[in-house]
């Protein structure tokens, strides 16, 4: 069992263009989410989704989108990077639905945007 | 708004004990979680708390008080492998996370 993939693993991208981190997760969990994290700062919340087929910002969702076709997938989208996207990217998936929810997460990616 | 505070950085010694403070000022409270990051990976889960009182999981316990918005992450017999970053995050009203920056841990010999 995986648990949960992120690819790519790490990426060095132009000011500018169009990128798409992706997220597969194994658990059919039903919860997903995407954080970046910071040097000095706690995760934040970028998107997330309670279930297939409905998504919601979180903290910081400006320039990026997100979509949830089916259970296990959960790609992050930046339209037009820039270079304060720079950081690394978790996405994390939880069962959903209980206050003992607990989020597992995936290896990251760090992005670069130059 | 939603505040979460912990020390940036600790040492300890090897054998010894730590504990790691977390205080919070949340909208609504439903649990509070300690995650352990290793430099470079991802953060794994290490204790939930939501009653008031001491959760005890090996050689890892958290406590949780409620009335006074805190919480701490006690480690003993420390082990050159708990150097890490540990993650105090709320369950705020609205079932999101609200993360702390971290208390990087360092052990020596």
């Known amino acids: 069992i995986a648990g949960i993939t992120q690819a790519p693993t790490s990426q060095i991208l132009a000011a500018g263009r169009r990128m798409t981190l992706r997220c597969t997760q194994d658990?059919?969990?039903?919860?997903m989410y995407w954080y970046r994290q910071d040097l000095g700062l706690g995760l934040r919340l970028i998107h997330y989704?309670?279930?297939?087929?409905?998504?919601g910002k979180g903290e910081v969702p400006d320039g990026y989108s997100v979509s949830r076709a089916n259970t296990d997938d959960f790609p992050l989208t930046l339209a037009s990077a820039v270079p304060s996207q720079t950081s690394v990217y978790f996405c994390?998936?939880?069962?959903?639905?209980?206050?003992?929810?607990?989020?597992?997460f995936g290896p990251g990616t760090r992005l670069t945007v130059l | 708004g939603q505040n979460i505070d912990q020390p940036t950085e600790m040492t300890a010694t090897e054998g010894a004990i730590v504990q790691i403070n977390c205080t919070y000022q949340?909208?609504?409270?439903?649990?509070l979680f300690w995650y352990q990051q290793h430099a470079g990976e991802a953060p794994t889960f290490l204790s939930y708390?939501?009653l008031d009182g001491l959760e005890e999981k090996g050689r890892f316990s958290s406590f949780l008080s409620r009335s006074k918005g805190y919480s701490y992450l006690l480690l003993k017999e420390l082990q050159m492998k708990d150097s890490a970053s540990y993650l105090c995050?709320?369950?705020?009203?609205?079932?999101?996370?609200?993360w702390g920056a971290g208390t990087k841990l360092i052990i020596k010999p």
């Open positions: 708390n939501v």
């Open positions: 989704s309670n279930t297939a087929g409905t998504t």
């Open positions: 995050a709320v369950r705020d009203s609205n079932y999101q996370l609200i």
């Open positions: 949340t909208s609504g409270f439903n649990g």
């Open positions: 658990m059919r969990h039903n919860a």
């Open positions: 994390a998936s939880s069962e959903g639905g209980r206050a003992t929810d607990t989020q597992y």
